[in-house]
């Protein structure tokens, strides 16, 4: 999922960087320190989530807020919980409260991914991969996992194997984050085709994928926003 971040204090902007780096998912667009900045890039600009300050010079976040026309999904990031009923009112998906624990935040984020989670169910539920003479149609539940080679991809489904000139990350933007994720640097699965999985590996299909050190957090988490029976 792709964000900005709107925030006048530097050390602020810096702190969001810093959290939206241990989600793998997210993929930072930008980081504005006023919304005039920001309402410019943003209209012509898809995105995921807007992170956003309050308390700024000239016009607050609130006040954007309520201008705006179009809006994406809103997380608030202020240092002032006084004004959440009023933030509440315009439909934002979360309030976080500096300083922001990574624990909120990810909880924040995932809220997100289950409202796009529920978009999808709207959606088309295939993609076309492009091989070397043509387009071959995949559904989701076809896809297995993704295998990463520098600059191309080979896309596992069921029994046969379609390579890509793409990169991973290209690949992992045009999927669907709340379907597909990535485990390490070469992989990304889909998480209705996992077995199993421990602290060091995923079983897909009878294959068994490193989890890479970066991305067992964010792996474990992800599982646990799916429904798991536990003891």
């Given at each position: 999922m792709t964000c900005v971040v709107?925030?006048?204090?530097?050390?602020?902007?810096?702190?969001?960087?810093?959290?939206?780096e241990q989600i793998p998912s997210l993929e930072l667009k930008g980081c504005f320190s006023n919304v005039i900045d920001a309402g410019n890039y943003l209209a012509t600009a898809a995105i995921d989530i807007l992170f956003i300050d309050i308390q700024m010079p000239g016009i607050n976040g609130i006040?954007?807020?309520?201008?705006?026309?179009?809006?994406?999904n809103v997380i608030i990031t202020t240092a002032f919980p006084q004004f959440a009923i009023e933030a509440f009112d315009l439909n934002v998906v979360?309030?976080?409260?500096?300083?922001?624990?990574?624990?909120?935040?990810?909880?924040?984020?995932?809220?997100?991914?289950?409202?796009?989670?529920?978009?999808?169910?709207?959606?088309?539920?295939?993609?076309?991969?492009?091989?070397?003479?043509?387009?071959?149609?995949?559904?989701?539940?076809?896809?297995?996992?993704?295998?990463?080679?520098?600059?191309?991809?080979i896309v596992h489904c069921d029994k046969d194997k379609h390579m890509v000139a793409a990169n991973l990350k290209t690949v992992h933007s045009v999927l669907p984050q709340q379907l597909f994720i990535r485990i390490n640097k070469s992989f990304i699965v889909n998480i209705s085709?996992?077995?199993?999985?421990?602290?060091?590996?995923?079983?897909?299909?009878?294959?068994?994928?490193?989890?890479?050190?970066?991305?067992?957090?964010?792996?474990?988490?992800?599982?646990?926003?799916?429904?798991?029976?536990?003891?």
């Open positions: 709107i925030d006048d204090e530097p050390l602020a902007r810096k702190g969001m960087e810093l959290l939206i006040d954007y807020l309520k201008n705006v026309e179009k809006r994406n979360d309030y976080l409260v500096k300083p922001i624990r990574f624990d909120r935040f990810y909880k924040a984020v995932a809220r997100v991914m289950n409202i796009n989670r529920d978009k999808i169910q709207l959606e088309e539920d295939y993609i076309f991969i492009r091989t070397e003479r043509k387009y071959i149609r995949a559904n989701y539940n076809e896809i297995d996992y993704v295998e990463g080679l520098k600059d191309y991809v085709k996992v077995k199993s999985l421990d602290n060091d590996w995923v079983t897909v299909q009878n294959k068994m994928l490193p989890i890479g050190d970066n991305y067992k957090k964010s792996v474990i988490d992800f599982i646990n926003l799916k429904k798991v029976l536990k003891r």
